[in-house]
Structure formats: C-alpha cells, structure tokens
C-alpha cells in the first residue's frame, strides 16, 4: 500500500503538477494564437515574441522595484510589475497594428500576406528584446520558492517520496483560473465581447449592424497583449526567462490552439492541456514510478523514457501533424486551417 503511494506521489510530483502548471501557460498563450486567427484571420507568428517582449518588461520593472526594496512578502514582485509589463506590451502591438498591420488590412491582402508580415514583427521584436535584456537566461523569481516542500510533506505523511510545489506553480494554476473566467464572463456578458464573437462569425453582418471593425482590433490586441504578458511572465517564474525559449513555445501554443480548434476559445484551453500532458508524460522517466508499482523482480534497469526532455517540442510537432491530417479543425470543429 505504501508504495502505490509513493508511486502515486511521484507520479504527483514529476508528471501530474508539472503538467497542469504548463498546461495553464500554453493555454493562456494559445488563447492569444486563437483570438488573433479567429477575429482578424490570421496566423500571428509574433506571438511569441510579443509575450518575450512583456515578459521582459515585467522583469525589468520587478528588478526596479527589487532595487528600491520593495517587494511581495512570500510571493513574487513580479506581481507588483505584472501591471506594467502589461501596459508595455500594450503600447507595443497597438503600435505595431497601427503601423504595420492596419496598412494590409486596408489593402485586404491574403491571409498569407499577413502571415508573412508578422514573421517580420517576430524577427524585429526578438531582436528587440535580446538587444535589451540580453540572450542569456534570467532569473527574477523572489519571495518563497515552494508552497510545499518535498521535506515538508515527508514529514507529514511519512512516505519515502516527497512531493514539491513551486509557488510559480501554484501561482500559475491561480491566475491562469481568474484570467480565463474573467475572458469568457467579458466575451460573453459584455457588449463589446459580444460584438468581437459577432465580428468573428461574420464580418460582413457585423459591419452592417453598426459594429466599429476598429473597436474589435483595439480591444483584440489589447486582451492578446494581456494573455501573452501573463503567459511569459508565469512561465519564466515557473522556470526561467530566455528570449530564445519564447521564440520556440510558438510550436506548443500553435498545437495546443489547432488540436483544440483553431480559433475557438475553449479549444485552446483544452489543446494546452492535451500538448502539455503529452510534453511531460513522454518525457519523463517512468523508472521511479514502475520501481514502486510494480514487483521488485520486475523493476527496470533503465530510466523508461520514452524521449528525451531535449526534443519535448517534438511531440507538439507530432500531435500537431496528426491532427492538421487526420482533423484539421480540431476537436472542437475550429475554423479549418
């Protein structure tokens, strides 16, 4: 008995709460990667820079104040800069729309066109960002480390296996829960929510029953900006920040938004969590959990990894290719891509 729970919080410890924390990033990510295809029809390949871009802002806020003694207690500054870093990435894709995608968009070019476009917006952004913070990892993580400690719950259920969680972790789950009910109550109880869906299902309609196409871009970027600040600075606090690691999560969270339904909101949640579990269970090595599970004859030699944690992005790569063949509009009959 005792060994199924240590198996069970192992299984806890390195699959189960890893995952639910990088599921709740990816997303919050691949929402933004959704509402950018699903109301102005496009593939925003800048997303992942853009949540860099934020992200970088937040840090560079929170070791400001971390510089004038100002912190959280036991929770991160980086919540006290949170606000900010939001307000920076604002001001960046608002200009960026204003002075790059507003112009194709009066032309009304190809989807492609704009595709193209904002590989360009990627490019530039992430040069931006390591001209500014550099390429290297940043730490900016303070306050308490762990919400559990594994010595902690050791000495509390006296199993043999501890089990760990980071306050990042607990922090993810948290906003990760409020940013999307507060999405889904603005989408769906608010008028300019409501017109943004109706924009979304039928532009043409939309613009004959008086809804300013303008509005619904404005409010549209600035809801990207927010989900994709969030995103990036959860996810450096969770583990680092490094603006080549944002530049490859753009893989995940495009799988994450098409296995769930490109363009459907809900979608996207669910496709993070589908990507994030996959990541984490194909890459982990069972040897721990099966040493527990099952008899000590049977017990592995090996780590029973199935992939290294070197090509996790790979999976995504794989689910993300099965489903483009098999449904290309997602499990929740997204928009076809």
């Not at 390195?14 to 924390?21: H, R, S």
């Not at 800048?46 to 860099?52: E, I, P, S, V």
């Not at 989900?227 to 994450?256: E, I, M, N, R, V």
């Not at 004859?297 to 995504?316: C, E, H, N, R």
Request: with cysteine.
């Amino acid at each position: 008995m005792m060994d199924m729970l240590n198996a069970l919080v192992a299984l806890a410890n390195f699959v189960i709460v890893p995952a639910l924390a990088y599921g709740s990033q990816l997303a919050l990510g691949a929402l933004g990667v959704t509402m950018i295809y699903g109301i102005l029809r496009f593939s925003n390949f800048a997303h992942g820079d853009t949540m860099a871009f934020g992200t970088m802002a937040v840090i560079l806020f929170t070791w400001l104040f971390q510089s004038w003694g100002i912190s959280f207690g036991p929770l991160p500054t980086a919540l006290l800069a949170l606000p900010f870093g939001i307000v920076i990435c604002m001001a960046l894709v608002l200009l960026t729309d204003r002075y790059v995608y507003a112009f194709y968009r009066a032309q009304k070019v190809k989807p492609v066109v704009l595709v193209i476009v904002s590989m360009g917006v990627m490019f530039v952004t992430n040069g931006l960002v390591r001209l500014i913070i550099g390429p290297d990892d940043q730490r900016f993580s303070d306050g308490e480390r762990f919400l559990i400690s594994a010595r902690d719950f050791k000495e509390m259920t006296g199993l043999d296996e501890g089990l760990a969680i980071k306050t990042g972790q607990a922090l993810t789950l948290v906003v990760a829960i409020i940013a999307v009910a507060l999405l889904f109550w603005f989408l769906n109880r608010t008028r300019t929510g409501k017109s943004m869906r109706a924009y979304s299902d039928n532009e043409d309609l939309a613009l004959l029953s008086g809804i300013n196409p303008e509005k619904v871009v404005m409010v549209t970027w600035l809801i990207v900006a927010t989900l994709a600040t969030l995103a990036g600075t959860l996810y450096g606090l969770d583990k680092s920040f490094k603006p080549f690691t944002y530049f490859q999560l753009l893989l995940p969270f495009f799988a994450a938004a098409i296995v769930g339904g490109l363009g459907h909101p809900l979608g996207a949640i669910v496709g993070g969590f589908v990507i994030a579990f996959s990541e984490v269970t194909i890459t982990y090595a069972w040897k721990k959990v099966l040493t527990y599970s099952v008899p000590e004859s049977w017990a592995p030699d090996g780590l029973v990894q199935l992939l290294s944690t070197d090509y996790k992005f790979a999976v995504s790569f794989v689910i993300l290719l099965v489903v483009l063949l098999f449904r290309p509009t997602g499990l929740f009959k997204g928009k076809s891509v």
